[in-house]
């Protein structure tokens, strides 16, 4: 088995293979969005439960076994490993394209996994909660970090100690994505509030590349008033 050490575990070739490919395509984050084993399969709602995620699939959705076969969704066994491939919108609405078992076995606690979703809640503790899935983030507080907010849509890869337990959050990022308020670190589109790089929206602060209808952007600043301090495009106000 193609196996490789990471911090947070055991990662298998195939399943770091997994973890690439995460894009932005029009509004919403799209790539694989969960490595996890299947905790629940209801067939006749076309429904699987994964890392706390409820995923919902239809006809068009491409599910294969560990062989690489097409096979329906009552075919996965609970505790197979999974890759599920799709979209997901900022509002948590995600849109499956694929779902692939993986050759290797979960080793709870060892397994390296993969989960995307919205942050519904944080407590001051350092416990998040994305779906259902109760995620311990206190490994990743770190200063060098960009702080997420309750609303965003992450990706957080870390391991489970205990089936369906609490999920050990190794990384946690803001998903490149589409969001209608507060904070994206990386790409991010949103209608109001600040994006640290190449920030599109409608009104607030963009430290790099920002495109904004008011406010100021340090670079490259295209705006309709205000102030940009290098290459600013403007209607009025000064450019430095």
């Known amino acids: 088995m193609d196996q490789k050490k990471n911090r947070g575990g055991i990662v298998s070739g195939s399943a770091i293979a997994a973890f690439v490919g995460a894009a932005l395509i029009g509004v919403a984050h799209a790539g694989t969005l969960t490595v996890g084993p299947v905790a629940q399969v209801n067939p006749k709602a076309s429904t699987l439960v994964v890392l706390g995620q409820t995923y919902h699939v239809d006809a068009s959705t491409l599910i294969t076994n560990r062989a690489g076969r097409p096979v329906a969704l009552g075919a996965l066994a609970p505790n197979t490993l999974v890759s599920i491939a799709g979209t997901e919108t900022a509002t948590g609405q995600a849109t499956v394209a694929s779902v692939r078992s993986l050759p290797e076995l979960d080793i709870p606690g060892a397994t390296a996994l993969l989960v995307t979703g919205v942050v519904s809640t944080e407590t001051p503790t350092g416990e998040i909660k994305v779906g259902d899935l109760n995620v311990d983030i206190v490994g990743t507080l770190t200063s060098d970090i960009p702080k997420f907010q309750i609303g965003?849509?992450?990706?957080?890869?870390?391991?489970?100690?205990?089936?369906?337990?609490?999920?050990?959050?190794?990384?946690?990022?803001?998903?490149?994505?589409?969001?209608?308020?507060?904070a994206a670190t990386t790409q991010g589109l949103q209608g109001g509030g600040a994006a640290v790089n190449m920030g599109l929206q409608g009104g607030g602060a963009a430290t790099t590349q920002g495109l904004q209808g008011g406010g100021a952007a340090v670079n490259m600043g295209l705006q309709g008033g205000g102030a940009a301090t290098t290459q600013g495009l403007q209607g009025g106000g000064a450019a430095v």
């Open 152 to 182: 965003n849509v992450v990706e957080i890869t870390g391991t489970q100690p205990n089936p369906n337990g609490l999920f050990l959050a190794r990384t946690i990022a803001v998903a490149a994505g589409l969001q209608g308020g507060g």
